[in-house]
């Protein structure tokens, strides 16, 4: 039996918009907005649909939509500003929930994006090193540095090599 495009593209829905929606909230942190990303996804993915030549290669190209998507939130807001306001009174309001997550998400996101984005397109997305790579428009050796200086970082960052090098003595 034949596959329609409808069918096609209603079984690629089915298949990946959990772990786009996982990856879409850990990119902005807000549930609402997770859903609207999704949904701007799969309707560029539509509007797109014939620009895919490779069925297998769906996966990578619907992460690269939802990335750009979500970098287009960005590109015509602007910081409301006060003028008002002295500098020394502004507070950041979201520093203090730091405190309150876990030591991983602290550090995960301590890490320079550069590190951070592969790392997580990796173990969540479980992507390969090629994939990663060209999804961000760098090579697959790149990715494979930006991994293991993540993995490093992380390391340090719970104090594992601390411990690792006092137990060596």
């Known amino acids: 039996m034949f596959e329609t495009k409808t069918s096609k593209f209603e079984s690629l829905v089915r298949a990946y918009s959990t772990e786009l929606y996982r990856y879409a909230h850990w990119l902005c942190r807000d549930r609402f907005v997770a859903e609207d990303l999704i949904q701007e ?3 560029r993915a539509w509007q797109g649909w014939e620009s895919l030549r490779d069925d297998r290669a ?15 939130l960005f590109e015509k807001k602007r910081p409301e500003i006060d003028d008002a306001q002295e500098l020394d009174d502004v507070v950041d309001a ?4 730091v405190f309150d997550q876990f030591e991983m998400r602290e550090a995960l996101e301590a890490l320079p994006r550069t590190y951070r984005e592969p790392l997580l397109l990796q173990v969540l997305g479980g992507f390969s090193c090629a994939e990663i790579g060209n999804m961000l428009g760098t090579s697959e050796g790149a990715v494979m540095t930006r991994l293991t200086r993540a993995r490093l970082a992380l390391r340090k ?12 003595r």
């Open 58 to 72: 769906a996966r990578g190209w619907l992460y690269t939509i939802l990335r750009n998507e979500h970098a287009r």
């Open 157 to 168: 960052a719970s104090g594992v090599e601390a411990r690792r090098k006092a137990g060596q």
């Open 94 to 97: 979201g520093s203090g929930a």
């Open 41 to 43: 996804t799969f309707a």
